[in-house]
């Protein structure tokens, strides 16, 4: 019983704080929609800065635009970010015929808007430590 207890501190060590993924958005492509939704692919490149791989099984990510929710999508994709590297993921992305009004109600609202600021937040779930959760934000330039 001294063994196993001898190996936990060595463990925990590996355990320690990690640094988050970086993610940005690699491309967007269309897909055919349903009704009054839209959908399309969402590209990410998620980069891992550590020096552990990233096991994930299923993947969820939600897209606000404006400060308000746009669109949703989940995978069950299954992979590793590998250490020190990349992967590109896809996740189809759905935009309900009312979280499209409401966006564009609220440009209507700010007609001067050149600007606008999107979140993209998500999860990579599952694998040997747990879900990974990450964070992306930025800025939409529109034409004038």
Do not use: W
């Amino acid at each position: 019983m001294a063994l196993p207890a001898a190996l936990l501190p060595a463990g925990c060590e590996t355990l320690g704080t990690r640094d988050p993924l970086h993610v940005s958005v690699a491309g967007v492509e269309s897909l055919p929609g349903e009704g009054l939704e839209l959908r399309f692919i969402v590209k990410l490149r998620i980069q891992n800065p550590n020096d552990a791989a990233v096991e994930y099984d299923g993947l969820a990510l939600n897209l606000e635009v404006n400060g308000r929710d746009l669109a949703s999508g989940v995978s069950d994709q299954k992979g590793v970010v590998p250490r020190f590297g990349e992967s590109v993921l896809e996740v189809p992305m759905t935009v309900s015929a009312f979280a499209a009004l409401r966006q564009a109600l609220g440009l209507a609202q700010g007609a001067q808007i050149s600007e606008l600021p999107y979140a993209l937040t998500g999860k990579l779930a599952g694998g040997m430590f747990g879900t990974v959760r990450f964070s992306h934000r930025g800025v939409l330039t529109l034409p004038r």
